[in-house]
Antibody
Framework: QLQLEESGPGLVKPSETLSLTCIVS??????????WDWVRQAPGKGLEWIGT???????HYNPSLKTRVTISVDTSQNQFSLKLRSVTAADTAVYYC?????????????????WGKGTTVTVPS | QTVVTQEPSFSVSPGGTVTLTCALT?????????PSWYQQTPGQAPRTLIF???TRSSGVPDRFSGSILGNKAALTITGAQTDDESIYYC??????????FGGGTKVTVL
């Protein structure tokens, strides 16, 4: 059974770079049917899509975060990562990694079918 | 910039029916947005309910159904139960690899 687990520092100083990794177990990250996504949720707020990466390294980002975000994949380690630069208190959130099913046997899907439990990142003001 | 909108809140009686919607500030929602719906309770990760407009995810009770109503995606809970009290988010695929979540609808069952 596929499991995703986020890891990284729980506290990041303002102006520094937030770095998180999602470890994928139970399936290969190089499956052609899936992208690998990051989603965050600020305290008391809704879900915000951050971006996505394919096993080939192809990425797509939320336009509102694009200038500060890099998502990368390491197929040898079966994991993918998020870097968010120049953080402020507004980046304080629970960060989730998720698998996005996009295509299988001729059918398109585009939904998140497996989620990590999330990790809390705080940027003090 | 197109925004995905949902009702902020709904209240439903136990056993009742409620329909939540997911709209675009510009244009209509269609099946080509591949609407999906997620349920979230406090302190928990989202749970996938519906994908591709109307397909229930594995293990999701059949009281949850998805559809397109007019120019919006919709999630209907028929025969609401107390443990359906949650926040429900829709997500739309906007093309070009971009996904967008709605703001969420808080459903109260009482």
């Amino acid at each position: 059974q596929l499991q995703l687990e986020e890891s990284g520092p729980g506290l990041v100083k303002p102006s520094e770079t937030l770095s998180l990794t999602c470890i994928v177990s139970g399936d290969a990250i190089s499956s052609s049917s899936y992208y690998w996504d990051w989603v965050r949720q600020a305290p008391g707020k809704g879900l915000e899509w951050i971006g996505t990466v394919y096993y080939s390294g192809t990425t797509h980002y939320n336009p509102s975060l694009k200038t500060r975000v890099t998502i990368s994949v390491d197929t040898s380690q079966n994991q993918f990562s998020l870097k968010l630069r120049s953080v402020t208190a507004a980046d304080t959130a629970v960060y989730y990694c998720a698998r996005l099913r996009w295509y299988s046997y001729g059918i398109y899907y585009y939904y998140m079918d497996v989620w990590g439990k999330g990790t809390t990142v705080t940027v003090p003001s | 910039q197109t925004v995905v909108t949902q009702e902020p809140s709904f209240s439903v009686s136990p056993g009742g029916t409620v329909t939540l919607t997911c709209a675009l500030t510009s244009g209509s929602v269609s099946t080509t947005h591949y609407p999906s719906w997620y349920q979230q309770t406090p302190g928990q990760a989202p749970r996938t309910l519906i994908f591709s407009t109307s397909t229930r995810s594995s293990g999701v009770p059949d009281r949850f159904s998805g559809s397109i109503l007019g120019n919006k995606a919709a999630l209907t809970i028929t025969g609401a139960q107390t443990d359906d009290e949650s926040i429900y988010y829709c997500m739309l695929y906007m093309g070009g690899g971009i996904s967008v979540f709605g703001g969420g609808t808080k459903v109260t069952v009482l």
